[in-house]
């Protein structure tokens, strides 16, 4: 049977970019199909319709079937993307913000997915994704629901990592936890150079050493106010040069922070990461991936949303035990649940804004930790 992949969102900068990067990955096979999913406007179904050619003049010779799926009740698909949503912007410039306008988005794209593909695997993209993965596993199977912010957390951790130790990012593995956001957790334990180099290993032991002589949480709020001086005078390369100058776990909150306030989107490092997660679904492979997945006592005795490692498949995800995580580590996990769902109860014990009274509100075009 022919795989179908469906993209919610797929008119925002994230949603465009990442159909682009699926099909330039050739993970899928001609006569699969990628669906370009509106949100019932005009203005959005002509957006996907030229969008649609655009792929097409770019991508035809995989023979991908690309279709505009103008409403979200139409979706047939085996994964979903959920990139829909508010993203930053001037009226709505942090997490809390984008928790309160985008849950009755949400709420509404669940429902309809409930009733229309309930048997599909869901990566969700837009932000809060914590938020997101909670109302999403609500409505349907919670083991069928993933986000991919962990994922992109994991990959800049090593990305930091190899820039620091001259290598390339493919030979190391890293894992971040918790948040995506300011409650994530990289974990220096989970660090991996997969080429064996004995130099390599003992400037990696100096990064872990030298990391433990001031606590994390100091190091990130020293270089986010220094990064937010540098920002408020304009002057973005000094803001980037501070926090190369970090060690990598403080540099991965601050980077997408200074990023985020310039582009207000990471389209091509959101694209990459849900990529990752399509392909080890679709491969069914065992590889471990990353994701925010809403958690009933399945690790650690942890109950509510949270990122952990896990392995993918089109049936949904398997959690990896975190049984090699030291006491200190398992603590800050639990922390950053408890921290995640005070978020949410914050944002779930308000009254929601009514749909209607948003314009144009599902053309999803950030995602970035802050």
Request: hydrophobic content about 40%.
């Amino acid at each position: 049977m022919p795989t179908s992949i469906a993209i919610l969102g797929a008119s925002g900068s994230v949603g465009s970019t990442l159909a682009a990067h699926v099909l330039r990955s050739q993970v899928l096979e001609p006569c699969d199909r990628l669906q370009l999913v509106g949100h019932g406007s005009p203005t959005s179904e002509g957006k996907l319709l030229s969008t649609r050619i655009d792929l097409l003049d770019a991508f035809d010779d995989s023979r991908v079937e690309i279709e505009v799926v103008p409403k979200i009740i139409d979706v047939d698909a085996d994964i979903v993307v959920v990139s829909s949503g508010v993203g930053l912007s001037p009226q709505c410039t942090n997490r809390r913000d984008m928790g309160t306008v985008n849950r009755s988005i949400f709420e509404s794209i669940a429902e309809q997915c409930a009733e229309r593909v309930p048997q599909a695997l869901f990566i969700i993209v837009s932000n809060p994704v914590e938020l997101a993965v909670h109302i999403f596993s609500s409505k349907l199977d919670r083991k069928r629901v993933i986000g991919m912010g962990a994922q992109q957390d994991s990959l800049r951790f090593a990305r930091a990592i190899a820039k620091d130790l001259g290598i390339s990012r493919r030979d190391i593995r890293a894992s971040v936890l918790g948040e995506h956001g300011q409650a994530m957790v990289p974990l220096w334990s989970s660090v991996e150079i997969l080429a064996s180099n004995p130099t390599r290993l003992d400037s990696l032991n100096q990064l872990k050493e030298k990391s433990a002589t001031v606590p994390l949480r100091e190091r990130v709020a020293a270089l986010q106010t220094q990064a937010r001086q540098f920002l408020d005078s304009r002057n973005i390369a000094e803001a980037y040069e501070a926090a190369r100058d970090a060690l990598p776990d403080a540099r991965i909150f601050v980077e997408p922070f200074i990023t985020a306030h310039c582009l207000h989107s990471t389209p091509n490092a959101t694209s990459n990461a849900t990529l990752h997660c399509i392909a080890a679904a679709l491969t069914n492979d065992r590889r471990r991936v990353h994701g925010q997945v809403r958690l009933e006592g399945d690790v650690l005795d942890l109950h509510g949303t949270c990122g952990i490692p896990v392995t993918l498949s089109r049936d949904g995800w398997r959690p990896e035990l975190l049984d090699w995580l030291g006491s200190g580590e398992k603590q800050l996990l639990v922390d950053a649940v408890d921290s995640i769902g005070d978020f949410m109860s914050a944002i779930l014990s308000q009254p929601p804004i009514r749909r209607e009274a948003l314009a144009e509100p599902i053309a999803y075009d950030a995602n970035s930790t802050e």
